[in-house]
């Protein structure tokens, strides 16, 4: 089973960039479809990104779209969440989560059986 850890949150001005990585564990994670999310206290976990398990399938809001980049690395076990052109709107606690299927990747949070612990994302204007 994989575990997933969070990190490279923080705050940072409008306009500017974060890298989030999720850190897998388990050798399985290349098996896995990977999303990003994003919950704001009080408010429905929101999709940000997905990848499928190869990286060659990508999907994002139409919030993010052309400002986040997602990627992974099997070999590394390690997913990405590039954000650039950060606006006051993305802050919000940004969680990864796997999900066992190889073609494709879900864009509906319950599709998802195993979360991370999330990392804060904070934009100031």
């Known amino acids: 089973q994989v575990q997933l850890v969070e990190s490279g949150g923080g705050l940072v001005q409008a306009g500017g960039s974060l890298r989030l990585s999720c850190a897998a564990s388990?050798?399985?994670?290349?098996?896995?479809?990977m999303g990003w999310f994003r919950q704001v206290s009080g408010k429905e976990r929101e999709f940000v990104a997905a990848i499928n398990s190869s990286g060659g399938r990508v999907y994002y809001s139409d919030s993010v779209k052309g400002r986040f980049t997602i990627s992974r690395d099997n070999g590394q076990s390690m997913g990405y969440l590039q954000m650039n052109s950060l606006k006051p709107e993305d802050t919000a606690v940004y969680y990864c989560?796997?999900?066992?299927?190889?073609?494709?990747?879900?864009?509906?949070?319950?599709?998802?059986?195993?979360w991370g612990q999330g990392t804060q994302v904070t934009v100031s204007s």
């Open positions: 388990g050798r399985t994670f290349r098996s896995y479809a």
């Open positions: 989560a796997v999900h066992p299927t190889l073609y494709t990747a879900p864009v509906e949070a319950e599709e998802y059986d195993l």
